[in-house]
Nanobody
Framework: VQLQASGGGLVQTGGSLRLSCAAS????????ISWFRQAPGKEREGVSCIRRWDRYTYYAGSVKGRFTVSRDNAKNTVYLHMNRLEPEDTAVYYC????????????????????WGQGTQVTVSS
């Protein structure tokens, strides 16, 4: 599956963005899809995950209650709705796909995913 992330941009603190992860080939319905982010000088961290089969979702503690992940199988796209953005959310955001059924302890491990999009920059100004 080939992934393309989009929707990033510059937004003020408290604003919102919606990121999209679209598949140019393959069906996202067959995969668990996660969002990761990487800020300059920091390690890549898991942000959110929507599991295949049952669409169960996971969130990092820092975004829980502000971000929502969803699927639209008809559009073969996964979205990350980001609300109440903070400067600490500034990073390059990546979507990743894996043929996995992760649990709480494993969804945020980058090694679990075999396919990655190219990343989209999110910048939150204070």
């Amino acid at each position: 599956v080939q992934l393309q992330a989009s929707g990033g941009g510059l937004v003020q603190t408290g604003g919102s963005l919606r990121l999209s992860c679209a598949a140019s080939s393959g069906s996202l319905d067959d995969y668990t899809i996660s969002w990761f982010r990487q800020a300059p000088g920091k390690e890549r961290e898991g942000v959110s995950c929507i599991r295949r089969w049952d669409r169960y979702t996971y969130y990092a503690g820092s975004v829980k209650g502000r971000f929502t992940v969803s699927r639209d199988n008809a559009k073969n796209t996964v979205y990350l709705h980001m609300n109440r953005l903070e400067p600490e959310d500034t990073a390059v955001y990546y979507c990743a796909a894996g043929v996995v059924s992760p649990i709480q302890s494993s969804w945020a491990s980058p090694g679990a995913y075999g396919y990655w999009g190219q990343g989209t920059q999110v910048t939150v100004s204070s």
